[in-house]
């Protein structure tokens, strides 16, 4: 029913840019926070920033002043400006949301199916 789908990962070099850009699409009632999160190889997944509906933004400190998350609330997206990327930002970038569908009265999680994000040295 509802299905968030990412796009814009791809190979860099490092100081380059990216642009990750995440669609919610299905029966969407509402939507509360939006964020990307990602995973390298033999690591946790890790927040790397984060929305809410009312536009509020965190970061994880290593990527503060280098990233940038954006929200279009009437498109149901979510965007990740990556600058000034660096080999340890190689990952698998996840997109997350908080949604109700019309089908429920409760919001659940959701996860995008990953996008592969490498920066050469």
């Known amino acids: 029913q509802v299905q968030l789908v990412e796009s814009g990962g791809g190979l860099v070099q490092a100081g380059g840019s990216l642009r990750l850009s995440c669609t919610a699409s299905?029966?969407?009632?509402?939507?509360?926070?939006m964020a990307w999160y990602r995973q390298a190889p033999g690591k946790q997944r890790e927040l790397v920033a984060a929305?809410?509906?009312?536009?509020?933004?965190n970061y994880v400190d290593s990527v503060k002043g280098r990233f940038t998350i954006s929200r279009d609330n009437a498109k149901n997206t979510v965007a990740l400006q990556m600058n000034s990327l660096k080999p340890e930002d190689t990952a698998v970038y996840y997109c997350y949301g908080v949604i109700r569908s019309d089908y429920e009265s409760s919001m659940y999680r959701y996860w995008g199916q990953g996008t592969q994000v490498t920066v050469s040295s």
């Open positions: 299905g029966s969407i009632f509402s939507i509360n926070a």
């Open positions: 929305t809410t509906s009312g536009g509020g933004t």
